[in-house]
Each structure stands twice: as C-alpha cells, then as structure tokens.
C-alpha cells in the first residue's frame, strides 16, 4: 500500500490553520496514524485510527477520513509545531507517507 | 514511564554484518508487538522489520527479507536486529519501536532514540 502526502512542504505562520492531506493507493478503512517528527529526534505518535488523540497532544491537533483520504488539521498552528509530519497505514503492515515539512513563513 | 533504549550502530563495510540492540524498560515487554524502523540521512520513515509479543511471528520488508532477523529475549527485555549482506541503501538510523498491541498491527507510540548504521568502504 502507498501513502501520498500533500503537500511535501508547507510555509505557514503562527497561528493559521494547516491541512496536510494523506492519500492511501487502496482503502486502509481508518488503519492511520499521523506522526511528528522534530530534526534530530524520533517520531511521535499523534493520532491513531485515523482520529483518536494521544493522551497529551494538544487539542489543536485533529484528524479525519476513511477509506483512502485523511487530513491531518492544525488550527492554529503554534511554534512548537514547527516540524516534519508522516501519516502511516498499519491495515497491511506499514508504510509512511513521504512526509509534510511545516516551516515558518 | 516507557523507555528504548537502542545501541549496536556503527561503521561497516559493504557485504559486512551488524547487530543493533534495543533495550526496554518500564513495560511489560512480552505483552507487546515490537518493530524496527529506519530512516536514511534526509529521507523519510521505512518501516523494516516486527516480531509479536511472544516472538512467535516476524514480518520483514521486500527491501531485507533474507537479509536480516528480528528477534527479542523476554528474560533480558531487548530487542534485536541482525543485519547481513550490508549494503550502502541500508546507510540510515534504525528506530526501535513500540506496537499498541501484542501482535503486530497497530501504530507505535513509542519510539527509541536511534542508531545510525553507516555502510560504507
């Protein structure tokens, strides 16, 4: 299964609203996570089946879909948030997406 | 509080072999599913390699089934990746990584710090 993310960067500023979109090449129903991933650091869980929280992630942070497209939204983006994010399939072991770098505008 | 702790990373020449270790800690490591993920120098998330709770199931990516082995010890609560047939591609830092479930199949809340494997001559 291949995972497409849209876009592969994104400049925003503190406090807009970012939408990173993940493509799935055939229906995971809503077998995805969303990572963040800070330079030179480990991934960190965010969001699994598509749209529970992890205890501790800001409400900020939500996501959405089913079958082959999920968004990733941040409200209102903050400085911390100022990283690398990955969706992932887990229906049939895993694959990543390619990646989402959110950079300051 | 859950801790990976992953070492073994390190210099090797093209055809060489590695083994990377992970050690948990603050869990009970025989209930989970554990994997391995690695990440070349600028690139994106590769997921590798999964064992099951129990270490009866592994899992291996096309890119190293035949060359390398995920196994765990339960008494020593580590994780294990043996690596042959090197090759420059498999240059990257390999997380060790947490499944939510005893079997394989879930997403990975927590993650190591990293070891990165350089091949090269």
């Known amino acids: 299964i291949q995972m497409t993310q849209s876009p592969s960067t994104l400049s925003a500023s503190v406090g807009d609203r970012v939408i990173i979109t993940c493509r799935a090449s055939e229906t995971i129903d809503r077998w995805l996570a969303w990572y963040q991933q800070k330079p030179g650091k480990a991934p960190k869980l965010l969001i699994r089946?598509?749209?529970t929280l992890m205890t501790g992630v800001p409400s900020r942070f939500s996501g959405s879909g089913s079958g082959k497209q999920f968004t990733l939204t941040i409200s209102s983006l903050q400085p911390d948030d100022f990283a690398t994010y990955y969706c992932q399939q887990y229906r049939t072991y895993w694959t990543f997406g390619q990646g989402t770098k959110v950079e300051i505008k | 509080e859950v801790q990976l702790v992953e070492s073994g990373g390190g210099l090797v020449q093209p055809g060489g072999s590695l083994r990377l270790s992970c050690a948990a800690s603050?869990?009970?490591?025989?209930?989970?599913?554990m994997s391995w993920v690695r990440q070349a120098p600028g690139k994106g998330l590769e997921w590798v390699s999964a064992i099951s709770g129990g270490g009866g199931s592994t899992y291996y990516a096309d890119s190293v089934k035949g060359r390398f082995t995920i196994s765990r010890d339960t008494s020593r609560n580590t994780l294990y990746l043996e690596m042959t047939s090197l090759r420059a591609d498999d240059t990257a830092i390999y997380y060790c990584a947490k499944d939510l479930d005893y079997s394989p199949g879930d997403a990975f809340d927590v993650w190591g710090q990293g070891t990165l494997v350089t091949v090269s001559s």
């Open positions: 089946q598509a749209s």
């Open positions: 603050g869990l009970i490591f025989s209930n989970y599913a």
